[in-house]
């Protein structure tokens, strides 16, 4: 496996627009094989990850922990799948590609950055999949919200958590408070060994007394909330590690949580 260029010190994640990605959509328009893209989601991946090895790093999921995603959705077949960090496409064409062949509906991707988000479409149309994948733009939360209000009957068969990881607790709360999240979702999370995320392995993990223990401190400080969520603590995830590589060769780990359903027993033992 050829790995991608290493990641600089000075990138910082999703946050500002050096002009990379504009270089790699001229990169792919200019490419010897653009005529043959058109519809084929694989080759405009193979485009992406030469530009990744060749040119400059890119942040994307990549294909070895790709696959990791790509199995569970064969697997699991679900009907409508949100990530949460959709920057230049890459796994919204992996991921919504393997969607469809599975008999899915609809793959939402949530994109703060205007920009990577026009990139996006771009590249997800050249790969024929605006009938499955819609991008939504602007801040996750508000995205989660309004998804609530368009969809007001919409439980996620899977989600895809891959945007700044101090985001991935707080936001899988809100997922929990608004329902978006319930019996039989499968949430999987990005980077849980590099740079790692703590935090969410804890979350995922707790007992539910613990966390309405959490839960009952938090609540009773709610005037310093802000938006912050408390989350469902009842719900309970059957969770596993399952590790591959960054894009780069870095050992890496993809954290795939099943949620069960709800267990009150748990909150007053």
Known sequence: MSFYKPEEKI???????DGREQALLEYIQSHSS???????????????DEFG?????????????GAIVVKMITDRKPRIMVELGGYIGYSAILFGNALKQAGG????????????????????????????????????RESLRALR?????????????????????NDLKLCEELKLVAP??????????????????EYVRLSTKKKAEQA??????????????????????????????????VPDAVEVSYCLGADFSMSRS
Do not use: W
């Open 105 to 140: 509906h609809k793959y939402i991707s949530l994109e703060l950055s205007p920009i990577f988000a026009d990139i996006s479409d771009t590249l997800i149309r050249l790969a024929s999949l605006e009938d499955i994948v819609e991008i939504m733009v602007g801040p996750c």
């Open 216 to 249: 009952r401190i938090q609540s009773s400080d709610s005037d310093q909330l802000g938006d912050y969520s408390i989350g469902d603590p009842f719900l309970i995830y059957d969770t596993l590690t399952v590790r591959g590589l960054e894009v780069t060769g």
């Open 53 to 65: 090895r060749e040119k400059d790093f890119l942040m994307n999921v990549g294909r070895s922990k």
């Open 11 to 17: 990138f910082v994640r999703k946050i500002h627009n």
């Open 149 to 169: 209000e368009i969809y007001p009957n919409l439980r996620l068969d899977m989600i895809f958590f891959d945007h700044r990881k101090v985001q991935y607790v």
């Open 184 to 201: 039989g979702t499968t949430v999987l999370a990005d980077n849980v060994i590099s740079p790692g995320n703590p935090a969410y392995l």
């Open 34 to 48: 653009y005529d043959e893209m058109h519809g084929h989601p694989e080759k405009i991946l193979a485009a992406i």
